[in-house]
C-alpha cells in the first residue's frame, strides 16, 4: 500500500545533499525526495512555499510543558524591577479570581530588582487576597509559601528549608509546589500543556523533550505525564518525549512511556539559589559551596537500573562539584557495564554549566550529551549579570561553555528548561552565537544544529534533523527568502516568522 505525498515546492530548501534544491516530497512520515523543483516527482498534492525557506525544525530539549502552558495562560513573575512591582502584579491577578482559588505562580528573580529582598509570606499572601499562595523562584528552586500554605500543610517544616528568610528550599519547595499542583484535575493540566505545545509549533518546534520530576505531595503525577505523552503522539501537534525524574525507577518510567529515567532528577541546585554544587565557595557567600543531592554510587546504580531496563538515563548537574558527581558515578558503573555500553545508550547531562578541561575530557570519554541552555548565559551570564555575582566575574565568563565543548566534540542539544526561559528557538540560537564571552560563541551553523539535530541525537533517533531522502519529514517552513540560515550578526534583530511547521509528516501549524 502506498503511502501519500506530498510536495512542497517553489522556494528553498536547506538540505545537506542538495544545495540547490527548491522542493521536497514527502511520502508519509519520511522526505521521499530533495532537488530542484523542475526534477521533482508527481505527488498526490502540492504546497507551495511561496518563496520561503524550508529548514529542519527545532527540538527543544528540556521543558516543563504544564509549566509553560501556566505561564502562558496565567500569571508569569518574571521582568519585574522590584518586589513591589511583582507583588501589585500578583495583586491584579488575583482579583480576578474566585475566592477559593490558588494562587500559584512561577519566575521571580530578585537579581533584577533595585533591592533583591525577597517578599515575606506575609506579603505575598496579602497580595493574593489571603488566598493560598506560593510563588516559584526563576531557577525552579526555591519558592515562597504564604502562611495559610505552611499552616496547612506543618509537614513542609521537617523538610529540608529555610524558615528564617521564608523560602522553601530543596524537598520543602518541591513538596509545596506538589501540594498544589495536586489540586488542579490532570484534565486541566493537560489543557494547560496543550497550549504549550500550540505555541511551540508556531516556534517551528517539531519535538518537544519533557522533564516531569514527581514528588509524593501530588499522587497524580504519573497520570499526568503519561497523558503529555500521549499528546505527543497525536498528529496535530510536535513530539512529546518524556524523561521521569525518579531515582532507580526505570520499570516505572519504561510503563509510563518514558524515553528515558532521570533528566531533571537532581544532583545539584541552582546558581540562583546557590545550591548549585561547587568545588569552590560562592563568591557573594563564602559558606556556602551549594549542595550535593545524590552520591557516586547513587548515580551509578541508576545508571545500573536503566541498562537492565533498556532505557538512557539523564541528569540535573549545574555545578562542576556535581558534574564530576556524576562522571563519578560513570565510572563506578563503566566498571560493571563496559564502556561500550555506556556510549551507546547516549546518557545526558542537564544544564553542566560549570565545567573545566578535565571535565570535558570525562564527558568525551563517556559519549555524554550535554542538554544545556543558551538562554541562561544571555539573562545572566557576562561581567555584570547573575553568575557574576554569584561566582565572581571570571568563573561567570567560562561557564557554559559550548565552543569549547563543541570543539572537543561533545554533542550538545538546545532547549529553554521552559518556564524558566521562554520557549524560544531562534533566541537559544542567538545566545550561543552571541555568549558572553567571545571565546565561547558557536558558529551560526553549529549552533543551528544543536537546537535540531542535536536534539534528536541526544534521544538516540539518527534519522532526524536533516531535509536528506530517507530522514523524518520534521521541518519548519521561514518567511526567509535566501537559500542559507539568517544572519545572526544583530543578537537585537528579529527572529525569522514560522510559516509552517511539519512533524513525522504532518503539518501541525500554518501561520494564518
Known amino acids: 500500500m502506498s503511502l501519500p505525498t506530498t510536495l512542497w515546492r517553489g522556494g528553498r530548501v536547506l538540505s545537506p545533499t542538495s544545495p540547490d534544491a527548491t522542493a521536497l ?15 521533482a516527482p ?53 482579583r480576578a479570581l474566585p475566592p477559593e482559588a490558588i494562587v500559584h505562580a ?16 506575609a506579603e505575598v499572601e496579602r497580595a493574593a487576597g489571603g488566598r493560598p499562595t506560593y510563588l516559584s523562584r526563576a531557577c525552579g528552586h526555591v519558592g515562597i509559601a504564604g502562611p495559610r500554605v505552611l499552616a496547612e500543610h506543618p509537614e513542609l517544616h521537617t ?50 523533550v519533557e522533564h516531569t520530576v514527581p514528588v509524593a505531595t501530588d499522587p497524580r503525577a504519573e497520570d499526568e505525564f503519561a497523558g503529555l505523552i500521549a499528546l505527543g503522539a497525536e ?3 510536535p513530539a512529546v518525549y518524556g524523561w521521569w525524574g525518579e531515582l532507580c525507577a526505570a520499570e516505572k518510567a519504561r510503563d509510563l512511556g518514558a524515553h528515558g529515567c532521570g533528566g531533571d532528577l537532581s544532583v545539584d541546585g541552582s546558581l540562583g539559589a546557590r545550591t548549585a554544587c561547587l568545588r ?50 560513570l565510572d563506578l558503573a563503566e566498571r560493571i557495564i563496559g564502556l561500550d555500553e555506556i556510549r551507546r545508550a547516549r546518557h545526558r547531562i542537564e544544564h553542566a554549566e560549570l565545567l573545566d578541561t578535565e571535565l570535558k575530557a570525562r564527558l568525551v570519554h563517556h559519549g555524554v550529551h550535554l542538554s544545556v541552555q543558551p538562554a ?47 520557549l524560544d528557538p531562534w533566541g537559544g540560537v542567538k545566545a550561543a552565537v552571541h555568549h558572553h564571552n567571545p571565546r565561547l560563541r558557536l558558529a551560526p551553523a553549529t549552533a543551528f544544529t544543536a537546537a535540531t539535530r542535536g536534539g534528536w541525537r541526544a534521544l538516540g533517533i539518527d534519522d532526524a534533523g536533516t531535509l536528506s531522502p530517507g530522514m523524518r519529514a520534521d521541518f519548519a517552513v521561514w518567511d526567509l527568502t535566501g537559500p542559507a540560515l539568517p544572519e545572526l550578526s544583530d543578537p537585537e534583530a528579529p527572529a525569522p516568522r514560522c510559516l509552517a511547521t511539519v512533524a513525522a509528516g504532518h503539518r501541525i501549524y500554518q501561520h494564518a
Open 280 to 329: 569552590a565557595p560562592y563568591s557573594d557567600d563564602e559558606s556556602t559551596r551549594g549542595t550535593r543531592y545524590l552520591t557516586e554510587e547513587q548515580i551509578r546504580a541508576h545508571l545500573a537500573d536503566c541498562h537492565r531496563v533498556g532505557l538512557s538515563a539523564a541528569f540535573h548537574a549545574i555545578g562542576d562539584a556535581a558534574v564530576a558527581t556524576v562522571l563519578d558515578g
Open 159 to 208: 523538610l529540608d528549608h529555610d524558615t528564617g528568610s521564608g523560602l522553601l528550599r530543596r524537598m520543602a519547595h518541591r513538596a509545596a509546589r506538589g501540594l498544589l499542583q495536586a489540586a488542579v484535575p490532570v484534565s486541566q493540566r493537560l489543557e494547560t500543556a496543550r497550549a504549550a505545545l500550540d505555541r511551540a509549533a508556531s516556534l517551528g518546534i517539531a519535538a518537544l
Open 235 to 237: 498528529a496535530g501537534r
Open 42 to 94: 508527481s505527488a498526490d498534492r502540492t504546497v507551495d512555499l511561496d518563496g520561503a525557506l524550508a529548514t529542519p525544525a527545532f527540538v527543544d530539549s528540556h521543558v516543563h510543558l504544564t509549566g509553560t502552558g501556566a505561564s502562558l495562560e496565567g500569571l508569569h513573575l518574571a521582568g519585574f524591577g522590584s518586589a513591589r512591582e511583582m507583588l501589585d502584579a500578583v495583586a491584579s491577578f488575583a
Open 376 to 422: 541562561f548565559d544571555a539573562a545572566w551570564g557576562g561581567a555584570e549579570g547573575m553568575y557574576a555575582a554569584r561566582l565572581g566575574r571570571a568563573a561567570a565568563l567560562e561557564a557554559n561553555p559550548f565552543a569549547a565543548l563543541a570543539g572537543v566534540g561533545v554533542p550538545l542539544a538546545f532547549g529553554s528548561d521552559s518556564p524558566v526561559t521562554p
Open 106 to 121: 512561577h519566575g521571580w528573580d530578585e537579581t533584577a530588582w533595585d533591592d533583591p529582598t525577597p517578599p515575606s509570606p
Open 25 to 39: 516530497l514527502v511520502e508519509g512520515e519520511r522526505i521521499a525526495w530533495v532537488g530542484p523543483e523542475g526534477e
